[in-house]
């Protein structure tokens, strides 16, 4: 690892910032990438990030606080995504049993079956990139 240039302000070295910006290219690029791996399987990709909240969401069924939590949403946000989805039978709304003012959102078969496929997608790709991309924080001053 290079020695911070004590006459930077940040400590930072030329290195620190080259492989910051390229870990930021990268993070872009699969981005990018899982965006249009969304829109080729005929969702959006808010929509994806949803099925994603709904089927990795520790404990269950998602609340749709617990969506906006994930996705970094307004409630009424979610709630519009989930309308949306709702509506292209990607999830389906369900009351919560032990808590009646709660609703919850599950899979569809079909969302389901949409997710596996991007997912199996994203898992190989971010194996492919991580390959590439392992190293970027290694070595980079912390705070």
């Known amino acids: 690892m290079a020695t911070p240039d004590p006459a930077e302000p940040d400590g930072l070295t030329d290195e620190d910032y080259r492989r910051l910006l390229e870990l930021r290219d990268g993070l872009r690029r699969f981005l990018r990438w899982s965006e249009q791996q ?34 970094l949403l307004r409630h009424h946000s979610v709630v519009g995504l989930v309308d949306r989805a709702e509506e292209a039978g990607l999830v389906t709304r369900v009351g919560d049993p032990d808590d009646q003012r709660l609703v919850r959102v599950e899979l569809t078969a079909e969302g389901a079956r949409v997710l596996a496929a991007l997912a199996a997608e994203h898992k190989e790709e971010l194996q492919r990139i991580g390959l590439i991309y392992a190293d970027l924080g290694r070595d980079l001053p912390t705070g």
């Open 38 to 71: 969304a829109r080729a399987a005929g969702i959006t990709p808010a929509q994806h990030q949803l099925l994603l909240a709904v089927r990795g969401h520790p404990g269950g069924p998602p609340t749709l606080r617990d969506i906006a939590d994930h996705l």
